[in-house]
């Protein structure tokens, strides 16, 4: 089994700046993508940014050049910096994670793709 750890959400100002994290925990043999979705009330969730193993990212084009992802291996955690925040960013926030873990022995290993359990980032004008 794998688990996500979110934190960081908060209530801010228009302009402030938030970081998001998310921990990944259990028997994780390893991770590929780590990215970070969002969903607004009454609206589908949306893909914000990813990073993958090699660390290449991708960001929704609403984000590019305000938001930053990035990953620490070694802590299985990714990382959203968010600066210059606006309202319409207000947004309910999840981290998604997919890779393989081990059921029992290192010799019995599954595929997982995790959801965490949102953190809300509330963005005030």
């Known amino acids: 089994q794998v688990q996500l750890a979110e934190s960081g959400g908060a209530l801010v100002q228009a302009g402030g700046s938030l970081r998001l994290s998310c921990a990944a925990s259990?028997?994780?043999?390893?991770?590929?993508?780590m990215g970070w979705y969002r969903q607004a009330p009454g609206k589908q969730r949306d893909l914000v940014a990813t990073?993958?193993?090699?660390?290449?990212?991708t960001y929704a084009d609403s984000v590019k050049g305000r938001f930053t992802i990035s990953r620490d291996n070694a802590r299985n955690t990714v990382y959203l910096q968010m600066k210059s925040l606006k309202p319409e960013d207000t947004a309910v926030y999840y981290c998604?994670?997919?890779?393989?873990?081990?059921?029992?022995?290192?010799?019995?290993?599954?595929?997982?793709?995790?959801w965490g359990q949102g953190t809300q980032v509330t963005v005030s004008s």
């Open positions: 998604n994670v997919d890779g393989t873990y081990y059921i029992g022995n290192r010799l019995n290993t599954k595929a997982f793709a995790s």
């Open positions: 990073i993958g193993r090699g660390s290449t990212t």
């Open positions: 259990g028997s994780i043999i390893s991770i590929n993508v």
